[in-house]
């Protein structure tokens, strides 16, 4: 079974609709992580949150926001959705405790914006 | 600004050692070199990381010059199925509050 899962998997949807999605983990990690993809690009960090209290701007975060619901999940909203915001969306965790601070990915949600 | 830079693409045979350069000429004393993989779209993958000795792992090394401002990933018996981007990233260590940031990295192709 996945560590970190996320939902859904693929979704498409219309200009100006409110969008979410979800990530789970059962690896008990304190760190969450929200990254979205382009193609051909490397990965660029959203937000991200170390505890539950404690939720951050990443290097693009306008357009979007997050909520840390519990320990293991961490949302992704999209208030309203527009079509540059059509990218892979990618959910990873890690552990405070790690010296290594290796960070846990999950699967990724395919977004399409039409 | 970037922090490293890699080779866009490269390929290797499958069998031979795939040898992935990366230069991160401005590293700092706390930054460790991490590298990760995408396979296809999936999630990435931690591979291996290092301050300044070499390393190795079930799945790689890594050998980090002695002035640090290049590392070399090391992939020792390539196969079809470490075709995947690699990625090259500095991280300060005892900055808790600092986080990953992907670049573009290495496209490997392995070739049967």
């Known amino acids: 079974d996945a560590d970190v899962t996320q939902t859904p998997r693929n979704r498409i949807t219309k200009t100006g609709k409110r969008i979410m999605l979800e990530c789970s983990q059962t690896?008990?990690?304190?760190?969450m992580y929200w990254y979205r993809q382009d193609p051909g690009l490397g990965l660029r960090l959203i937000y991200y949150s170390f505890d539950v209290k404690d939720i951050n701007k990443g290097e693009i975060s306008d357009g979007y926001s997050v909520s840390r619901q519990a320990q293991a999940k961490f949302s992704l909203s999209l208030e309203s959705a527009i079509p540059n915001q059509t990218a892979l969306y990618f959910c990873?965790?890690?552990?405070?405790?790690?010296?290594?601070?290796?960070?846990?990915f999950g699967p990724g949600t395919r977004l399409t914006v039409t | 600004d970037a922090k490293t830079t890699q080779p866009t693409s490269m390929d290797c045979a499958e069998g031979r050692a795939a040898n992935l350069p990366c230069n991160h000429s401005?590293?700092?004393?706390?930054?460790?070199v991490y590298w990760y993989r995408q396979i296809h779209s999936q999630g990435p993958q931690y591979i291996i990381h290092?301050?300044?000795n070499n390393e190795t792992n079930e799945m790689a090394s890594l050998i980090i010059t002695e002035d640090r401002k290049s590392s070399t990933l090391i992939l020792p018996h390539a196969t079809l199925r470490d075709t995947a981007v690699y990625y090259c990233i500095v991280r300060d260590y005892y900055n808790y509050g600092q986080n990953f940031v992907f670049g573009p990295g290495t496209r490997l192709s392995v070739l049967p």
């Open positions: 990873a965790t890690s552990d405070k405790g790690s010296l290594s601070y290796e960070q846990y």
């Open positions: 401005t590293i700092s004393g706390n930054e460790y």
């Open positions: 690896k008990g990690h304190d760190r």
């Open positions: 290092g301050l300044k």
